[in-house]
């Protein structure tokens, strides 16, 4: 892993605008921007010149990558790998029933493009890890965070902070949203307000905990928001500020930061390096070599546990979803115990044979590494995570299990 050489800031769509022009036919689209004074022909000619990296095409992606077209942002590329699910369509509003199976960046595309033609869309239908961020964030002025996941999101950081280029940062759970910009010039980064990412499975993903339908959307057309008047260089940007909204009570506050001089990305003298969170932990799994030493592995997959069940093994089966989920599907044998009662009543789990493998799963494998790490930490060695969870289950083993 080598240290990369902090870059120059990237250019700005001033550096463009000569010769960008608007046609007739632009001028008709554009024209309740053409008369904001804020705006206008030179700042509409500015949003024509950008371009837009977007990070993810999903609950936050949706709502900014359609006003960024609309706009007339003049090149948004599009970052994703995932094909369209029906879990997608309670809120990721770029897409619909006649998208489901389809790559997101290639139906994004057509829906951008029917939008507004005169965008160039960009389409990059890979996941953003090390080896090409530096590639995918290449000739943007400014990418836009709407990404599901902290390997993502501290890559996405750093190699902005490397490369010169701000970060129009959003995320959202349950019914709270969070903006920011991150890496503008003087102003804080990512790293500088959570300079490490949580434990594994100590926050909850959108899948784990949930989401509001229309909060990605509320924050996502923010982003598109701060993008707009970075590129028009007006209004006052959310440098140093992290704004967070209560879709329950629908009220705001806001936290100032501050840039951290011991920052391990942005700080005095930092080098930091490109690389993927969990790159160099040992990959999990291996459990057939694992089994036959004295520990059991943390963590195995759905195919595994298949294989232990037509093999006729002894398995001692736990959920620690909530109760209405295990409503809603199980897999067989197993009983439940919601994650929150795991602390005080691990002791239950205890008693079995240790020889015996303790399977802990929930919806995508967050809550139970949670549980297993705790129930290991109180001496349950045979204590194991199902990577992927329920959800794997029903899209590997059994597709009569219902996915939510």
Not at 265 to 270: I, L, R, V
Not at 287 to 310: C, Q, T
């Amino acid at each position: 892993m080598t240290p990369v050489a902090t870059g120059d800031p990237a250019p700005s769509p001033n550096d463009r605008i000569e010769g960008v022009d608007l046609d007739t036919e632009e001028l008709r689209r554009y024209g309740r921007h053409l008369v904001l004074p804020e705006v206008g022909m030179d700042g509409q000619r500015r949003l024509k010149a950008a371009r837009v990296l977007l990070v993810g095409t999903g609950g936050l992606g949706s709502p900014a990558a359609l006003y960024l077209a609309a706009a007339g942002v003049g090149t948004l590329g599009l970052v994703d790998f995932d094909d369209v699910e029906l879990s997608n369509l309670q809120r990721q509003v770029l897409f619909d029933q006649r998208d489901l199976g389809r790559p997101k960046v290639e139906a994004a595309a057509d829906r951008l493009r029917n939008v507004n033609p005169h965008v160039d869309l960009v389409r990059h239908g890979e996941r953003l890890v090390a080896a090409n961020v530096r590639r995918l964030l290449e000739g943007y002025d400014l990418v836009l965070d709407g990404s599901d996941n902290f390997a993502t999101r501290y890559l996405v950081n750093d190699a902005c902070v490397l490369m010169g280029i701000p970060v129009v940062w959003g995320a959202v759970l349950r019914f709270e949203g969070q903006i920011s910009v991150f890496g503008a010039p003087g102003g804080p980064c990512y790293r500088c307000l959570f300079p490490e990412p949580p434990p594994p499975g100590s926050v909850p993903s959108c899948a784990e905990g949930g989401v509001l339908g229309v909060l990605p959307g509320i924050m996502g057309a923010l982003q598109a928001n701060e993008a707009i008047r970075w590129i028009l260089g007006t209004g006052e940007p959310l440098i140093g500020r992290l704004m967070i909204f209560d879709a329950l009570a629908s009220k705001w506050r806001e936290v100032r930061l501050r840039k951290d001089p011991e920052c391990p990305t942005c700080g005095d003298g930092a080098r930091p390096e490109l690389v993927d969170l969990g790159a160099t932990c040992p990959p999990v799994g291996r459990a057939e070599e694992e089994m036959m030493s004295d520990e059991w592995p943390f963590e195995i997959g759905v195919e595994e546990l298949k294989r232990w069940m037509d093999e006729g093994r002894r398995i001692d089966l736990v959920d620690v979803r909530e109760p209405f989920e295990y409503e809603i599907c199980r897999i067989e044998g197993g009983r439940l115990l919601p994650l929150q009662q795991v602390p005080r009543r691990y002791s239950e789990l205890g008693a079995d044979d240790p020889g015996v493998p303790l399977v802990v799963y929930c919806h995508h494998g967050g809550r139970s590494a949670q549980a297993v790490q705790f129930l290991r930490s109180q001496g349950i060695t045979h204590a194991i995570n199902l990577g992927g969870g329920i959800d794997h289950w029903s899209l590997k083993i059994d597709p009569t299990t219902p996915r939510y």
